[in-house]
Antibody, heavy 121, light 113 residues
Framework: QVYLEESGGGVVQPGRSLRLSCAAS????????MHWVRQAPGKGLEWVAF????????NYVDSAKGRFSISRDNSKNALYLEMNSLRGEDTAVYYC??????????????WGQGTLVTVSS | DIVMTQSPDSLAVSLGERATIKCKSS????????????LAWHQQKPGQPPKLLIF???TRESGVPDRFSGSGSGTDFTLTISSLQAEDVAVYYC?????????FGQGTKLEIK
């Protein structure tokens, strides 16, 4: 049973930083690409970042480039998102998502429950 | 970036009736190398995370009822629910995974009439 649990969300002031974590279980974590996807309150889904199974490849939506950094620790079955210079428009529920298979990236097969990040003074 | 546009934005259908949601991509998401459409459908029920329903445009994920079906190719796709059940009330999103940034449609809210 695949299980993804996000943590680290909260209220943060504009310009500050926050680190999100995602604990994974129920599958061989080191075999799969992982993503962060966010959803602003009452809005749709926006893919934020991707990291390959071995951490050698990363990709970001333009609005996150230079501010966010995705990383993983395969020894701990953990995914991270370091978010710097936070803005009001970063306010959202952040979901950790797992690729469905080991070959194709971007096919979100499993989602965590999400963690809410609120950027406000 | 590939822009995904869904129609309609909201839809009300009677129980037992057919529901149809359209999705159009701004670029072709059919790969010539493997003849697969890099198009998925996700269902998000109120207060829950999204759930994958369909991938490769028409392949149902394991455990998804067969009343859900996907069709289309290239730039035009359809999600059909053949006989609407109460538990199908949700927002449905199409999503392309042809290339980054991976993008979603704006969502279609499905309600019971």
């Amino acid at each position: 049973q695949v299980y993804l649990e996000e943590s680290g969300g909260g209220v943060v002031q504009p310009g500050r930083s926050l680190r999100l974590s995602c604990a994974a279980s129920g599958f061989t974590f080191s075999n799969y690409g992982m993503h962060w996807v966010r959803q602003a309150p009452g809005k749709g889904l926006e893919w934020v970042a991707f990291i390959s199974n071995d951490g050698s490849n990363e990709n970001y939506v333009d609005s996150a480039k230079g501010r966010f950094s995705i990383s993983r620790d395969n020894s701990k079955n953990a995914l991270y998102l370091e978010m710097n210079s936070l803005r009001g428009e970063d306010t959202a529920v952040y979901y950790c998502a797992k690729d469905l298979g080991t070959v194709t990236s971007g096919l979100f097969g499993y989602w965590g429950q999400g963690t809410l990040v609120t950027v406000s003074s | 970036d590939i822009v995904m546009t869904q129609s309609p934005d909201s839809l009300a259908v009677s129980l037992g009736e057919r529901a149809t949601i359209k999705c159009k991509s701004s670029q072709n998401v059919l790969s010539s190398s493997n003849n697969k459409n890099y198009l998925a459908w996700h269902q998000q029920k109120p207060g829950q995370p999204p759930k994958l329903l369909i991938f490769w445009a028409s392949t149902r994920e394991s455990g998804v009822p067969d009343r859900f079906s996907g069709s289309g190719s290239g730039t035009d796709f359809t999600l059909t629910i053949s006989s609407l059940q109460a538990e199908d009330v949700a927002v449905y999103y199409c999503q392309q995974y042809y290339g980054t940034p991976f993008t979603f449609g704006q969502g279609t809210k499905l309600e019971i009439k």
